[in-house]
Each structure stands twice: as C-alpha cells, then as structure tokens.
C-alpha cells in the first residue's frame, strides 16, 4: 500500500536523479529527502546529455525495477514521496491496491473512491502519477477493454501490462 511505502521527511531541498537504460527502454528516477520522487520514460537522444548522480536509494530502485522487470519481483519496497492533490493522492493509494497481474477500470477505481462518474478524472489524477510503475497506474483500463492512455505510450502500457501476466502464471 502507498501508506506504508511513504516515507515524510522534512525535504533538504536537493534533488537527486539518475538515469539508466532498462528492459522498456531509458528510465530516470529522482529521490529527495530520502525518498523517492519521479519516474521518467525518457527518450535517448544523441545531441542531449543528462549529468546524473547515484545514492544508495537510486540504486535499490534500479535493483528492483530490473528485478520486476525480470519478473523476479512483484512488490516495491521503497520510500516514496507522491506529491499532488488530495484527490490524487486518494486515486494513487487506490491504484496501489491493485493486485500485481490485475486489472481494474477508470470507472471501477472512481466508484472504490465513492465518486461515480469521475472516471474522466481518474485518468487525469493517472495520468499525473509521478512514479509510473512504482504506483502502477498501467493495471488500469478503460472499462470496454481497451487499454487507454499512459505516460509512457500505449505499447509501454501493453508491454507491462503483458509482463505481469506472464509472470503471474
């Protein structure tokens, strides 16, 4: 649950990010304040250069991506930090509930919410997830099966989605 992965802490101000290439392609992840805070889907380019650092945390999280990617993993145990709005962070709890290899609806996670009818608004509190795959708003679609909007493009969404299947059998 997100509850127990959110670690507060008072902030130091200093972000830290990290890039590296991985199984769906080029990932960043940003920590502060002892937890982490961003995920990227980020796109290689030969004509920009990123400087990144690396922490102890960073590399945890890497360590374990690859491993959930691997299937080896299916529970992150990291600190984590999602900021937004409350009603945000009240659909990100939500989508941390997600059994691993599941799926749920924009609409089943609004009622859950005990707001039917903001379905709409579910995907836009998705859709501004901070940690992509770490809260796995990729287990949600829409509710005719169709396998909706992400962050990081359709075929990242249908690649992850098809790798817990997998690995759930």
């Known amino acids: ?3 127990n992965q ?3 802490q008072k902030d130091n101000g ?3 990010l990290c890039c590296r290439s991985t199984a769906i392609g080029m990932i960043g992840i940003a920590e502060r304040g002892g937890a982490l805070r961003n995920l990227y889907f980020m796109e290689k380019s030969g004509d920009s250069i990123i400087e990144t650092v690396s922490t102890p945390l960073l590399e945890e999280a890497f360590m374990q991506l690859d491993a959930w990617l691997a299937g080896r993993l299916n ?3 990291l600190p984590i930090v999602a900021e937004g709005s409350g009603f945000g962070q009240r659909v990100w709890k939500s989508l941390s509930e997600i ?3 599941s799926t749920t609806s924009y609409g089943k996670v609004a009622e859950a919410l005990g707001l039917p009818g903001a379905a ?3 995907g836009s509190a998705c859709g501004r997830n901070p940690l992509p795959i770490i809260i796995p708003c990729h287990r949600v679609i829409c509710s005719d099966g169709q396998i ?3 962050l990081g493009g359709a075929d990242k969404k249908r690649y992850l989605l098809d790798l817990e299947r997998r690995n759930r059998e």
């Open 75 to 77: 529970t992150f145990s």
């Open 14 to 16: 200093l972000t830290r």
């Open 99 to 101: 059994q691993y290899g």
């Open 120 to 122: 709409r608004a579910v």
């Open 6 to 8: 959110a670690v507060m």
């Open 1 to 3: 649950m997100l509850d």
């Open 148 to 150: 909706g909007g992400y």
